[in-house]
């Protein structure tokens, strides 16, 4: 076996019983802490001694059997050669003599194990021994423990042998060099630092533990490149508390597993009620042997392997007696409601404090089911009426981080409670927000009300029933909020101190109205340089992130705020921090013109919070969600979420009208148009009564217009477009999506010869916000208009770019529109039948790319024949020729489409243009299009 950092006695020991076989016999002791290595050490000197020639009689320890006691007497009658015709000796003393006779022929070893526990017999067998040893080759070597090893009650070493001829060896820890050095012999390899460092702190060096640490890092096959405490390592130090034999070591170590980083001297004694003394020695021995630092504290490992042992019963009277010790010292309350909550109970009066203390700890930490285990358990052991009230309105609190579904139940106990008069007005003001955000709006408002109707006689009720207010006329600002917190008197103190954002916030819920969008980001962004991830600041974070997405005014640093805020700090954020920005970042992406990257977001955004513990908000992801499924012709799927039956309290919320406008456009991308007008409608008479705008997420007039567009009421959808752009007037260097929506729109309802124009200032504000697919849609209907005004070519090319931007964002539906809308074929395509009868309808048309020319004008209308008056002066040949030349095709596409040559086509357009009095085919589009 290769010994670490036990060469030098092994060479001692070896020599001196080389020595020794001329006739002078030895007394060796070799001590130490238990587990450090005594034993292996016995067992390499006998291995030398016999390669020496010297007869070794070896007895071994009691092991880990239970035995009590070492019978060497027994074990030496046993080893010795028999005498045929002769019985053993059986009396110590004839053993003594027949041990010295049998060594005059042959040197003799006797080597025993745990000396310190030989039987009555053994000793004396040993003193006997001992006397006869001067003048004969016999040497023992024994083991023993230390005088701190922590087996107090054992009887001392049997002085076998004067001190003149004793020899004691000291065995101690390795030192980390050792660990390495043996942790290279067990890996084959020098092993990882990291490694080495987290053996030598776990077992402070003892060679029991780290042999027993390598076989489980062996029988883990990784590699050796990290440590592996299981099965051999846990039987390693049970082991170690079994060798002891001693049952106040065993007290010690397992009340030092309880009381944990917590642990001392002091704490332990009455802990165990033990003995100071007999404490001190059992303590210097576990110090000695590693497996207790010199601060009187086992590692982790080492504490979870003997409470996992312990019998349970027994485990939870010392966890209370732990926490009952702690609490004596006034520890933190964490660490005594950490022992109440592991025993499962709180038996004394102050435990409730205490468990409600650590549990208020633990949730400004973000260790919310933590929070929730120490609650419940104070409720359970409440026998205080009015006290388990108030700590079940603090369970709900918390709870309502952990799982915001989960609530409803005691939300409806708790407001049965706060009409009863059990609930201070500081917990009632909470309870009216996650009423609120339940969507509960009636109980929300009564609870708030009982509220101010307490009084506040502390300054923080103040400050929780400002924030509550602002945040029910936020989530509902149609209701009549009688009780609105208006001179509540506020410590400047606290707001300045803990809420800075909570003036703005106040503000906010009645700035979202037309025309307002700079104080609203003024207000918006002032909260969210401010907030911080906690209890109190998610709502305030939450109404000024939607009311920047309400006003079209989200800028990069309104993201950029709430995502650092997310992203720095050494805590967890709450998933409804995370879940929100997800939100955020969806409605900047759908802005965008990417309905696939919004789509990403939401489902993020429902990953991180699942669906029902969104409350009332859900309305914002899932409307969100299917606004961009129904851009991407998702159609079915749209459908399939919308048959889902929609909350009561949805309309009566912001958030639930982006739930009601996202219905309507599915109705109107999939023909239900008389069905999209009621919804939007709808969304329109619902915000007026609130007299609330929310043009970035619920522009109702955009929507309605368009469909009534489809619906061939012009009149009424360019009223609206101009109500849009009337309560959201232009601001330099600010543009705005809906403004260039409602420029298209508006251009579309108005007369064609004006089309052009409006168009192209809509694609030129599009274009600066950056939506590629709403500018996709009015490039569409550029194209359109300028094909009809016979500019083909600008209409080609503005026609290949609406596709392409369209097909870039995924919008299916923007580009079926563009293609559908399109009067001239792709190239390879047939050519269309020649035209018969009377002209075609008019058709709708619709703007240039931003920065391209503007096409010719032609005559005035003045000085040429109107088109119905021209027409009777054209042969039915020319009329043929003219409307299709109108529609924008090409002579050759007419002369195939009428089966005459290019030569004739020209021939026909001459004459039409001298009769119309026109010079060019662009006139003759523009006429055709004007009637």
């Given at each position: 076996?290769?010994?670490?950092?036990?060469?030098?006695?092994?060479?001692?020991?070896?020599?001196?019983?080389?020595?020794?076989?001329?006739?002078?016999?030895?007394?060796?002791?070799?001590?130490?802490?238990?587990?450090?290595?005594?034993?292996?050490?016995?067992?390499?000197?006998?291995?030398?001694?016999?390669?020496?020639?010297?007869?070794?009689?070896?007895?071994?320890?009691?092991?880990?059997?239970?035995?009590?006691?070492?019978?060497?007497?027994?074990?030496?009658?046993?080893?010795?050669?028999?005498?045929?015709?002769?019985?053993?000796?059986?009396?110590?003393?004839?053993?003594?003599?027949?041990?010295?006779?049998?060594?005059?022929?042959?040197?003799?070893?006797?080597?025993?194990?745990?000396?310190?526990?030989?039987?009555?017999?053994?000793?004396?067998?040993?003193?006997?021994?001992?006397?006869?040893?001067?003048?004969?080759?016999?040497?023992?070597?024994?083991?023993?423990?230390?005088?701190?090893?922590?087996?107090?009650?054992?009887?001392?070493?049997?002085?076998?042998?004067?001190?003149?001829?004793?020899?004691?060896?000291?065995?101690?820890?390795?030192?980390?060099?050792?660990?390495?050095?043996?942790?290279?012999?067990?890996?084959?390899?020098?092993?990882?630092?990291?490694?080495?460092?987290?053996?030598?702190?776990?077992?402070?060096?003892?060679?029991?533990?780290?042999?027993?640490?390598?076989?489980?890092?062996?029988?883990?096959?990784?590699?050796?490149?990290?440590?592996?405490?299981?099965?051999?390592?846990?039987?390693?130090?049970?082991?170690?508390?079994?060798?002891?034999?001693?049952?106040?070591?065993?007290?010690?170590?397992?009340?030092?597993?309880?009381?944990?980083?917590?642990?001392?001297?002091?704490?332990?004694?009455?802990?165990?009620?033990?003995?100071?003394?007999?404490?001190?020695?059992?303590?210097?021995?576990?110090?000695?042997?590693?497996?207790?630092?010199?601060?009187?504290?086992?590692?982790?490992?080492?504490?979870?392997?003997?409470?996992?042992?312990?019998?349970?019963?027994?485990?939870?009277?010392?966890?209370?007696?732990?926490?009952?010790?702690?609490?004596?010292?006034?520890?933190?309350?964490?660490?005594?409601?950490?022992?109440?909550?592991?025993?499962?109970?709180?038996?004394?009066?102050?435990?409730?404090?205490?468990?409600?203390?650590?549990?208020?700890?633990?949730?400004?930490?973000?260790?919310?089911?933590?929070?929730?285990?120490?609650?419940?358990?104070?409720?359970?052991?409440?026998?205080?009426?009015?006290?388990?009230?108030?700590?079940?309105?603090?369970?709900?609190?918390?709870?309502?981080?952990?799982?915001?579904?989960?609530?409803?139940?005691?939300?409806?106990?708790?407001?049965?409670?706060?009409?009863?008069?059990?609930?201070?007005?500081?917990?009632?003001?909470?309870?009216?927000?996650?009423?609120?955000?339940?969507?509960?709006?009636?109980?929300?408002?009564?609870?708030?009300?009982?509220?101010?109707?307490?009084?506040?006689?502390?300054?923080?009720?103040?400050?929780?029933?400002?924030?509550?207010?602002?945040?029910?006329?936020?989530?509902?600002?149609?209701?009549?909020?009688?009780?609105?917190?208006?001179?509540?008197?506020?410590?400047?103190?606290?707001?300045?101190?803990?809420?800075?954002?909570?003036?703005?916030?106040?503000?906010?819920?009645?700035?979202?109205?037309?025309?307002?969008?700079?104080?609203?980001?003024?207000h918006a962004e002032e909260i969210l340089e401010r907030v911080?991830?906690?209890?109190?600041?998610?709502?305030?974070?939450?109404?000024?992130?939607?009311?920047?997405?309400?006003?079209?005014?989200?800028?990069?640093?309104?993201?950029?705020?709430?995502?650092?805020?997310?992203?720095?700090?050494?805590?967890?954020?709450?998933?409804?921090?995370?879940?929100?920005?997800?939100?955020?970042?969806?409605?900047?992406?759908?802005?965008?013109?990417?309905?696939?990257?919004?789509?990403?977001?939401?489902?993020?955004?429902?990953?991180?919070?699942?669906?029902?513990?969104?409350?009332?908000?859900?309305?914002?992801?899932?409307?969100?969600?299917?606004?961009?499924?129904?851009?991407?012709?998702?159609?079915?799927?749209?459908?399939?979420?919308?048959?889902?039956?929609?909350?009561?309290?949805?309309?009566?919320?912001?958030?639930?009208?982006?739930?009601?406008?996202?219905?309507?456009?599915?109705?109107?991308?999939?023909?239900?148009?008389?069905?999209?007008?009621?919804?939007?409608?709808?969304?329109?008479?619902?915000?007026?009564?609130?007299?609330?705008?929310?043009?970035?997420?619920?522009?109702?007039?955009?929507?309605?217009?368009?469909?009534?567009?489809?619906?061939?009421?012009?009149?009424?959808?360019?009223?609206?477009?101009?109500?849009?752009?009337?309560?959201?007037?232009d601001v330099p260097d600010t543009p705005s999506r809906t403004?260039?929506?409602?420029?298209?729109?508006?251009?579309?309802?108005?007369?064609?010869?004006?089309?052009?124009?409006?168009?192209?200032?809509?694609?030129?504000?599009?274009?600066?916000?950056?939506?590629?697919?709403?500018?996709?849609?009015?490039?569409?209907?550029?194209?359109?208009?300028?094909?009809?005004?016979?500019?083909?070519?600008?209409?080609?090319?503005?026609?290949?770019?609406?596709?392409?931007?369209?097909?870039?964002?995924?919008?299916?539906?923007?580009?079926?529109?563009?293609?559908?809308?399109?009067?001239?074929?792709?190239?390879?395509?047939?050519?269309?039948?020649?035209?018969?009868?009377?002209?075609a309808a008019a058709r709708t048309t619709a703007a240039p790319?931003?920065?391209?020319?503007?096409?010719?004008?032609?005559?005035?209308?003045?000085?040429?024949?109107?088109?119905?008056?021209?027409?009777?002066?054209?042969?039915?040949?020319?009329?043929?020729?003219?409307?299709?030349?109108?529609?924008?095709?090409?002579?050759?596409?007419?002369?195939?489409?009428?089966?005459?040559?290019?030569?004739?086509?020209?021939?026909?357009?001459?004459?039409?243009?001298?009769?119309?009095?026109?010079?060019?085919?662009?006139?003759?589009?523009?006429?055709?299009?004007?009637?």
């Amino acid at each position: 076996m290769n010994l670490v950092e036990r060469e030098a006695q092994l060479l001692e020991l070896a020599d001196r019983i080389r020595t020794s076989a001329s006739g002078r016999g030895e007394f060796f002791v070799v001590s130490g802490p238990a587990g450090c290595g005594k034993t292996a050490l016995l067992d390499s000197v006998s291995a030398l001694a016999r390669a020496q020639g010297v007869r070794v009689l070896s007895v071994t320890g009691p092991g880990l059997d239970g035995t009590p006691e070492v019978d060497v007497v027994g074990a030496v009658r046993d080893l010795l050669p028999r005498v045929p015709e002769a019985a053993p000796p059986r009396e110590p003393r004839e053993l003594a003599e027949h041990l010295v006779a049998l060594a005059l022929s042959e040197p003799l070893l006797l080597v025993v194990d745990d000396v310190h526990r030989v039987d009555a017999d053994s000793a004396k067998l040993l003193r006997e021994l001992a006397r006869r040893l001067g003048n004969v080759p016999v040497n023992v070597l024994v083991s023993d423990f230390r005088r701190t090893d922590g087996s107090h009650d054992a009887p001392p070493t049997v002085p076998l042998f004067p001190r003149s001829r004793r020899r004691r060896f000291v065995v101690e820890p390795l030192s980390r060099t050792g660990v390495a050095e043996l942790a290279r012999g067990r890996l084959g390899r020098n092993p990882p630092p990291r490694l080495v460092d987290e053996l030598f702190a776990v077992t402070g060096g003892n060679p029991l533990l780290l042999q027993a640490a390598f076989d489980d890092v062996a029988a883990a096959d990784g590699g050796g490149l990290e440590p592996v405490f299981g099965p051999t390592f846990a039987e390693a130090v049970l082991a170690q508390v079994r060798m002891s034999a001693c049952a106040m070591t065993s007290a010690v170590m397992e009340a030092a597993s309880v009381l944990g980083a917590s642990c001392d001297q002091d704490r332990l004694a009455r802990t165990v009620g033990a003995d100071a003394r007999d404490l001190h020695r059992v303590l210097d021995g576990l110090t000695a042997s590693g497996v207790l630092s010199r601060d009187r504290v086992l590692h982790p490992h080492v504490r979870a392997v003997l409470t996992g042992a312990m019998d349970q019963e027994a485990l939870r009277r010392l966890r209370l007696r732990a926490a009952e010790v702690l609490y004596e010292d006034d520890a933190p309350a964490d660490e005594v409601a950490g022992h109440l909550l592991a025993a499962g109970d709180a038996p004394w009066p102050w435990a409730v404090g205490i468990l409600c203390e650590a549990a208020e700890q633990a949730a400004r930490r973000y260790r919310y089911r933590d929070a929730v285990a120490l609650l419940k358990l104070a409720s359970d052991r409440c026998t205080d009426y009015m006290t388990r009230v108030e700590v079940e309105a603090k369970l709900l609190d918390i709870t309502w981080w952990v799982d915001p579904a989960t609530v409803s139940r005691r939300l409806s106990s708790l407001v049965d409670s706060a009409r009863a008069g059990c609930l201070s007005a500081w917990w009632m003001s909470r309870l009216s927000r996650r009423l609120a955000w339940q969507g509960r709006a009636d109980e929300a408002d009564e609870v708030f009300g009982l509220a101010r109707a307490v009084g506040r006689d502390d300054p923080e009720t103040p400050i929780e029933l400002a924030i509550s207010d602002f945040w029910i006329r936020h989530l509902f600002p149609g209701m009549p909020h009688a009780t609105a917190c208006d001179g509540c008197e506020l410590s400047p103190e606290l707001v300045s101190g803990g809420f800075p954002w909570l003036t703005s916030a106040s503000e906010l819920p009645g700035l979202l109205t037309g025309g307002r969008q700079d104080t609203v980001v003024r207000h918006a962004e002032e909260i969210l340089e401010r907030v911080g991830p906690g209890h109190s600041d998610l709502e305030a974070a939450q109404a000024a992130l939607f009311s920047l997405l309400a006003a079209e005014r989200l800028p990069g640093d309104g993201l950029r705020s709430v995502r650092a805020v997310t992203e720095d700090g050494e805590a967890a954020v709450p998933v409804q921090w995370m879940a929100m920005l997800s939100v955020a970042q969806g409605v900047a992406a759908w802005w965008r013109g990417d309905p696939a990257g919004a789509v990403d977001c939401v489902e993020r955004a429902l990953d991180q919070l699942d669906a029902p513990k969104w409350g009332i908000l859900l309305g914002l992801p899932r409307g969100l969600q299917l606004l961009a499924m129904t851009e991407q012709g998702r159609h079915q799927e749209a459908a399939k979420e919308l048959a889902r039956p929609m909350p009561a309290f949805f309309a009566r919320s912001p958030y639930g009208l982006v739930h009601l406008r996202a219905r309507g456009r599915h109705h109107l991308a999939t023909g239900g148009l008389r069905a999209a007008v009621t919804d939007f409608r709808s969304c329109g008479d619902i915000l007026r009564s609130w007299r609330t705008e929310l043009p970035g997420l619920v522009p109702w007039r955009l929507d309605l217009a368009e469909t009534l567009l489809r619906l061939g009421e012009r009149e009424e959808a360019r009223a609206l477009a101009d109500e849009h752009l009337d309560l959201f007037p232009d601001v330099p260097d600010t543009p705005s999506r809906t403004r260039g929506i409602a420029l298209r729109l508006r251009a579309m309802a108005g007369p064609p010869a004006r089309r052009a124009a409006g168009l192209r200032e809509s694609a030129t504000m599009l274009e600066r916000c950056g939506d590629l697919l709403e500018l996709a849609r009015t490039l569409g209907v550029l194209a359109q208009t300028y094909q009809h005004a016979g500019e083909l070519a600008y209409g080609r090319r503005t026609l290949r770019r609406a596709e392409r931007l369209a097909r870039e964002c995924g919008g299916v539906r923007a580009l079926e529109e563009i293609r559908t809308a399109a009067p001239t074929r792709t190239a390879g395509s047939p050519p269309p039948a020649a035209p018969s009868g009377p002209p075609a309808a008019a058709r709708t048309t619709a703007a240039p790319a931003p920065g391209a020319p503007a096409p010719a004008e032609g005559k005035s209308a003045a000085t040429r024949p109107t088109w119905d008056a021209g027409r009777t002066l054209l042969t039915l040949a020319e009329r043929k020729v003219a409307d299709l030349a109108a529609e924008g095709y090409t002579n050759r596409e007419i002369a195939d489409a009428l089966y005459v040559t290019a030569s004739t086509v020209e021939q026909h357009l001459t004459r039409i243009y001298r009769k119309l009095k026109i010079r060019r085919r662009s006139e003759l589009g523009a006429q055709v299009s004007s009637r």
